[in-house]
């Protein structure tokens, strides 16, 4: 596929930033040339624009070239990177599949571009038909969740691969969970297609919500796409550095991922247990999402216990659902002593 021909002309002409630190190449001992304070602070430097040290380590973990790595001030950001560069307001659309994450619409908003939502069938799968039925020359980018937000569920690799062939624009298949599931990354398809984005996050299985980092992973033509529009500094050094050491404790994330996954299970057997409880969805994720009785009452009866649970019950598919996300052991279990009380 010619992804060019997706972009924006405003775009493709653009002549991006070209700040102090992206015009030198090489090693330089003084540094007169970006208007810094000289003194050391520890931060008196810029960061790098693009993050080279740290890409190096993330493509070492993922096996995939740093020339096919953005990072991001979150997965968010790339998310609306991705909608500035391929969709024109007021023209433009992209495609998202409900119920599903929030953001696609929210970017997709705030740049005037338009929102076609396919719903999923009630097995949470993507009507694959439809999609494609519905498609055309202004679908831009088709946002497949996967696994999907707040269902939990994966989606099948098998209905992913069709959907990259087939749709016009690029899809992008969002693994925020991915480090919690059984099935595999998309990652390795992105050999064999080029209008296809991964994005991925430090914010869950990795623990660093707070540091604001996260990944896409696509063709260079799409990378050098994103570093051409993000702004130049988007990834501050604090962060580098945190992800920089959190990298090195690799093993101890994946103990932790397990950890939250047997937690799942602990939790899923209890909660099932309450009459109140009419089903439990099978999760690929760090939450459940749990079809009860009255959810606003329960809702209000963990909030005034100091307990937050997300409160889903007035979505497509998602009709009298809370979606519950696994905390520590202590948390779980306070959360099944509050439930215990109901009633
Ligand atoms: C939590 C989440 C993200 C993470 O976004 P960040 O900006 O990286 O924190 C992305 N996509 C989905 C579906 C999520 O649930």
């Known amino acids: 596929m010619l992804i060019e021909k997706l972009v924006r002309k405003n775009i493709l002409a653009l002549t991006p930033y070209a700040s102090a630190r992206s015009e030198y190449q090489g090693k330089a001992e003084i540094f007169m040339d970006a208007n810094e ?69 929210v970017c997709a908003s705030i740049s005037n571009v338009e929102v076609m939502e396919i719903p999923l069938a009630p097995n949470f799968q993507p009507d694959e ?19 999907n937000n707040p269902t939990g569920n994966s989606i099948e690799p ?48 990795w623990g660093l919500a707070g540091i604001r980092l996260g990944m896409a992973f696509a063709g260079p033509y799409i990378i050098d796409l994103l570093n051409k529009v993000k702004p130049p500094y988007n990834i501050n050094i604090l962060t580098q550095n945190a992800a920089l050491n959190t990298l090195e404790n690799a093993e101890e994330i994946k103990r932790s991922t397990c950890a939250i996954l047997r937690q799942r299970e602990w939790l899923q057997k209890k909660l099932s247990a309450f009459t109140f409880v009419e089903k439990i969805y099978p999760s690929e994720a760090n939450f459940l999402l749990v079809k009860v009785h009255d959810p606003e009452n329960l809702y209000q009866h963990l909030i005034t216990r100091g307990l937050i649970v ?31 009380n109901y009633q």
């Open 310 to 340: 997300r409160n889903r019950s007035n979505i497509v598919l998602c009709t009298g659902c809370l979606r519950i996300t696994i905390g520590t052991a202590e948390e779980n279990a306070r959360l099944v002593k509050y439930l215990a």
């Open 37 to 105: 304070n000289p003194n050391e602070t520890g931060f008196n430097r810029y960061p790098d624009p693009l993050q080279l040290v740290l890409k190096e380590k993330i493509s070492q973990l993922k096996e995939i070239p740093v020339s096919q790595i953005f990072l991001g001030n979150g997965s968010d950001e790339a998310i609306d990177l991705l909608i500035r560069i391929f969709c024109e307001p007021g023209q433009d659309h992209i495609m998202i599949l409900p119920p599903t994450y929030g953001m696609y619409r």
């Open 129 to 147: 038909d439809a999609i494609i039925g519905k498609a055309n020359e202004r679908s831009k980018l088709l946002f497949i969740c996967s696994p």
């Open 158 to 205: 098998g209905k992913i691969d069709n959907l990259i062939q087939e749709f016009p624009g690029v899809v992008v298949v969002d693994e925020a969970y991915i480090d919690f599931a059984d099935q595999r990354s998309c990652t390795g398809l992105l050999k064999k297609y080029d209008n296809l984005v991964v994005l991925q996050t430090f914010s869950k299985a």
